[in-house]
């Protein structure tokens, strides 16, 4: 099946994985710019009523640029909405992505057909996260038009599935639009991701590492210091399994391999002294291929030469 027009023509197959708290429109509009779909979750813009100011800085700046670069036009970008209980700006938030038109909306932790509705209503498309093969076939039934395969490693909360296993799961069922998570950090991995039967790749932990990122500058050394081993996953911040880097749990005075569990119905983002949006760091296990800060636009430069470069190594024909 055939990418939706709105998934189609980017510089390379990539959507730019919204961050909590980390994303923010700076890193959008260069993520767009430089030709990659970009996101952020809607609860990033707080108060509730900084959303729309949000919304519309970036589309106009977007289409500032493409009317100064017809023949390079920006990519679109996301909204992530967290479809759960706990998010009460759910409605007022999908409220302003109808008014500005947000082409992608990216729905996490549930799915629900109003929102879907608004977003085809306007011409828009929903793309929801899943974590195993159950999660994609109910988003589907509710009418998310693709889903994102969340797998093992992926950055925040993630599952706990191979994704060689996990696409090919949904593959035997569904030819729609399908993205990848975990671990993909290099333009190689991208390639992989599209081997294996996705159509694009969700990158996250890489832009932590970017000068527009949202992020403390101990945040952004820890990704660029890290490797695979320095990520722990464990449900106690949020509820919901996810992986965080090692240094921030320590720096919190817990002990990393010792634990315990949390309560998954309460999806509180930390308790007492430690919260999870301000103490604890996201990650994914891919940030071994990240060996410094640099401008957004930099990484997906990056990310385009080692794309044409695997693709020049494992399909000479297709890449000439």
């Known amino acids: ?7 189609s023509g980017l510089r390379i197959p990539v959507v730019a994985a919204p961050m909590f708290i980390i994303s923010n429109p700076d890193l959008v509009i260069a993520q767009c710019k430089a030709g990659i779909v970009g996101s952020f979750p809607a609860l990033n813009a707080r108060p509730a009523e900084e959303l729309p100011r949000w919304l519309a800085r970036i589309t106009e700046e977007l289409d500032r640029h493409n009317q100064a670069n017809p023949d390079r036009p920006a990519a679109p970008f996301a909204v992530n909405q ?7 700006r759910l409605m007022h938030d999908m409220e302003a992505c109808v008014k500005f038109r947000v082409p992608i909306i990216i729905t996490s932790l549930g799915a629900r057909e109003e929102v879907n509705e608004a977003a085809h209503s306007y011409g828009g498309i929903t793309l929801h996260d899943v974590i195993n093969n159950a999660f994609a076939r109910k988003a589907i039934e509710k009418g998310a038009d693709g889903l994102i395969a969340v797998a093992w490693g992926a950055g925040g909360h993630a599952g706990r599935l ?40 969700y990158v996250g932990s ?34 919901v399994h996810g992986n965080y880097l090692r240094r921030s749990i320590e720096n919190a005075g817990l002990d990393p391999d010792n634990l315990p569990q949390s309560d998954p119905s309460k999806m509180n983002f930390g308790s007492g002294t ?10 994914g296990q891919g940030i071994g291929a990240v060996d410094a800060v640099r401008p957004a636009a930099d990484l997906v430069d990056r990310l385009a030469r080692e794309y044409a470069q695997a693709l020049a190594r494992l399909c000479p024909a297709r890449a000439g």
């Open 274 to 283: 430690v919260k999870a949006w301000r103490d604890i760091w996201g990650c």
């Open 82 to 88: 967290i479809v759960h209980r706990s998010n009460d």
């Open 206 to 239: 890489p832009f932590i590492a970017t000068r527009e990122a949202r992020a403390s500058d101990a945040y952004k050394q820890a990704v660029v210091e890290g490797g695979a081993e320095d990520i722990v996953y464990t449900n106690l911040f949020t509820g």
């Open 1 to 7: 099946m055939a990418l939706p027009p709105i998934l």
């Open 162 to 201: 191979s994704p060689f296993a996990f696409i090919q799961e949904i593959r035997q069922w569904f030819d729609g639009p399908l993205l990848l998570s975990g671990s993909i950090a290099t333009g190689g991995a991208v390639l992989a991701a599209q081997a294996m039967g996705a159509d694009l790749a």
